[in-house]
């Protein structure tokens, strides 16, 4: 007799995330933000308080499950969440503006500071908090996705985009120095999020394909990646943007379970050059479909995607705080009819 | 200057060692070359080179960033030497900045970098900046062409009003050019953009032909 498995969002998404027996229909996730302005005021937080309260980050985030009918529940909206903890002035922003780092405190190895107590840092417990939340009232049914920035990220914020990049060239110890010094930030509060009740954690590092090249992202945080994927023990999706068609196989290395991706990577390209090796998470355009399309451009994008074989469905990135609720139900929408 | 001798300058800029490009100028200026010669044919030149191969992808933005600051290094060397009438020669003024609401600024600097170097007067105003903030540089320095960043798709909506406010008071010139991750061509024609670069070569090239083709006033 063929078993019958119960369908439930967390069911739908760990088999996806691992690559699993399919049930029904595919999962739909957001290993980023889905946070939009509708969403707000249906919800009525608004950022920057959602940035700041663990009850209003934990409120907002649910509302991707109970509005928008999503299988996870994602609560970290920024890339700031460990910044202000590691001494950036961070500006929250506003319901429009994402949180940005006004400054950037390390420009000399001396000069970064790790604070031993990392996860008591108000920015970083408001994250943990709203998990322990969540978990209470969730955690038996919808997936809980954290958040955290790997060290490449992390580096961006204490010196700066530019420098940063830049020292991969002229000073590549320090940027060794550094992201090994960084990885223990990600590591630490990646712990911490599992263990306040995440699913599974996103790593999300912005050594995007637009910026550097598929060797640097080899000689300098493969084996970083390795590393932090060791230590953290519990399940990581990889978050990195832009088009990094020509470097797939090196995340698979990396020993991720999840690989969150764009649309500018051709999903029938990325899942036969993954080769069940690695989850791939996306990848709705956000740009164009999500923000600029209809319902019925989602639905075909959808499509596309699921009968070119991701493992789970999701917006390639956080979505522009402006998209309509109806486009990002949509996804759910085209999920609903099955795999084929 | 012939083709080795701008090898010798491309070198110079993908040189990690800002002695490379220090020592290159300083030995041309003591060989009595022109410094405008040395700063369009060598400098100019070899910035060039780096761009198409960043079109190309062959190269990504640490490199381009590494030759922007060994060209400065080198201009720097170069100034006192440029003869003073000279000084301020360039091709054109060249207003720049991220579209308010937008924080992201490595591809506004990336352009920077690369219309420097192309020989204009750059004069960047940062990011998160408002239409009233174009308007006033507008009116101060007469700019050739103004450029408009904005990483996000929902900040690009914003360079629409900034480009009607600039028309309103200025209905040919400056020229208004736009770019960024989100920016297509059909955007740009929706919004009456004057042009749009794919990438920072091409802001360059656009910029080059906009100011040749004569309309500027």
Redesign the interface.
């Given at each position: 007799m063929k078993a019958i498995h119960v369908s439930s969002p967390k069911r739908r998404f760990l088999s996806g995330l691992f690559g699993g027996r399919r049930g029904g229909r595919i999962s739909v996730a957001n290993p980023t933000s889905i946070v939009s302005i509708e969403l707000m005021e249906r919800t009525g937080v608004f950022f920057p308080d959602a940035h700041l309260d663990p009850d209003k980050m934990a409120a907002l985030a649910a509302a991707g499950y109970e509005i928008l009918g999503f299988d996870s529940i994602m609560p970290e909206f920024s890339v700031q969440q460990e910044a202000e903890a590691l001494g950036c002035v961070v500006d929250w922003g506003s319901p429009?503006?994402m949180p940005?780092a006004k400054t950037h405190p390390a420009k000399e190895i001396d000069q970064l500071e790790i604070p031993e107590n990392l996860t008591e840092k108000p920015s970083i417990r408001v994250v943990l908090r709203a998990l322990e939340l969540l978990r209470k009232i969730y955690g038996d049914h919808v997936a809980l996705i954290g958040k955290v920035m790997g060290p490449w990220t992390l580096s961006y914020h204490m010196a700066g985009?530019?420098e940063f990049?830049?020292w991969?060239?002229?000073d590549p110890d320090k940027v060794r120095h550094f992201l090994g010094r960084l990885k223990e930030v990600t590591i630490t509060f990646a712990k911490a999020q599992l263990q306040a009740g995440a699913d599974v954690v996103v790593i999300a590092d912005h050594a995007t394909g637009?910026?550097?090249?598929p060797k640097?992202y080899q000689d300098f945080l493969l084996p970083v990646h390795q590393e932090i994927n060791q230590r953290i023990g519990g399940p990581t999706i990889l978050h990195i943007c832009g088009n990094c068609s020509d470097r797939l196989r090196l995340f698979v290395e990396a020993g991720f379970d999840g690989y969150h991706f764009e649309w500018q990577i051709d999903t029938k390209m990325a899942v036969e050059v993954v080769n069940h090796e690695m989850s791939l998470i996306g990848n709705i355009d956000?740009?164009n479909v999500l923000?600029?399309g209809t319902p019925e451009d989602v639905y075909k994008q959808a499509r596309y995607s699921i009968e070119a074989g991701v493992d789970i469905l999701a917006p390639e990135c956080a979505v522009?705080?402006?998209t309509p609720i109806a486009n990002l139900k949509a996804i759910v929408e085209a999920a609903k009819e099955g795999y084929s | 200057m012939n083709e080795e001798e701008i090898k010798r300058f491309y070198k110079a800029l993908k040189d990690?060692n800002l002695a490379a490009v220090e020592d290159l100028v300083k030995e041309y200026i003591a060989k009595q070359i022109s410094p405008i010669a040395i700063l369009n044919e060598g400098l100019i030149e070899a910035m060039g080179i780096i761009g198409q191969e960043f079109k190309a992808c062959q190269?990504?933005?640490?490199?381009v960033?590494?030759a922007a600051?060994n060209m400065n290094r080198g201009i720097e060397i170069l100034k006192p030497e440029l003869p003073k009438k000279n000084k301020l020669e360039t091709k054109g003024k060249f207003v720049i900045g991220t579209v308010k609401?937008d924080?992201h600024d490595?591809g506004k600097?990336l352009v920077t970098m690369m219309i420097m170097g192309a020989g204009y007067q750059v004069i960047d105003l940062g990011t998160d900046v408002s239409k009233e903030q174009f308007l006033e540089v507008i009116a101060q320095e007469h700019p050739g062409i103004v450029g408009l960043s904005a990483l996000?798709?929902?900040t690009m909506l914003e360079m629409k009003g900034i480009i009607k406010t600039i028309r309103q008071t200025y209905p040919h010139s400056p020229k208004v050019i736009i770019g960024g991750?989100?920016v297509t061509q059909r955007f740009a024609d929706e919004i009456g953009a004057d042009g749009y670069g794919e990438d920072a070569v091409r802001a360059v090239e656009l910029a080059n032909r906009l100011l040749a083709s004569g309309e500027r006033r």
């Open positions: 429009t503006m940005d985009v530019q990049l830049l991969t060239l002229t637009d910026l550097v090249s640097t956000n740009k923000f600029g522009p705080l402006q | 990690t190269i990504w933005v640490p490199e960033l590494l600051r609401g924080i490595i600097n996000l798709t929902t991750a989100p």
